[in-house]
């Protein structure tokens, strides 16, 4: 079975305390990438508590995003209209959700055929789940749908995307 990540499409990212045009440009193109996507689909959250200033990140990153329970926590309006009841929400307290293998090896019934990923930030979250897929399957394709995802900067999604390139991630 095929499986798509659609990484931290929330507000905070969007529109709100990190939103940037670039993120909120690509909606359209996650919302019909989910829409045409025949297989599994995992949406990944972002999610810090009311002490995340005094986290590691928030201290090297100190502006509150996607506190549990907030409208900048939640998944855009667009996006969370088309998750349906057999897709799941992992809340992830850092970039990458370490336990994402297991939870795709769950939902997939065992190895996934292939791994898709769309959201944001690419040169962040994207690629910190983009590398655990790899090191987890390095058998499987995994596809970047480079239309689909935005960087904090146009520049560092470039670079991320190059990143994934050299280790062996398709950029679609």
């Known amino acids: 079975m095929k499986c ?8 905070d990212f969007l529109t709100g305390a990190l939103g940037t045009p670039e993120g909120a440009g690509i909606v359209g193109n996650v919302c019909g990438l989910i829409r ?12 810090h508590g009311e002490n995340y200033l005094d986290t590691r990140e ?7 995003h996607c506190i549990r329970g907030t409208d ?3 998944i855009c309006e667009e996006v969370q209209e088309r998750i349906r009841p057999q897709d799941r929400i992992v809340d992830k307290v850092t970039f990458g ?8 090896r769950a939902e997939c019934g065992g190895m996934p055929e292939e791994i898709h990923l769309a959201g ?3 040169d962040i979250c994207v ?6 897929c790899k090191a987890a399957f390095p058998e499987v394709p995994v596809f970047i749908h480079e239309r689909c995802c935005a960087g904090v900067t146009p520049e560092s999604h ?7 390139r050299a280790c062996q991630i398709d950029i679609l």
């Open 127 to 132: 690629i910190s789940n983009a590398m655990i």
């Open 4 to 11: 798509l990540l659609v990484i931290d499409m929330q507000n």
């Open 58 to 64: 928030g201290q090297k990153l100190p502006v509150p």
């Open 158 to 164: 470039a670079t991320a995307l190059e990143a994934m």
């Open 72 to 74: 900048g926590w939640q």
């Open 97 to 104: 959700a370490p336990d994402l293998p297991d939870i795709i």
């Open 120 to 122: 944001v930030c690419t």
């Open 36 to 47: 045409g996507f025949d297989g599994k689909v995992i949406y990944t959250r972002d999610t």
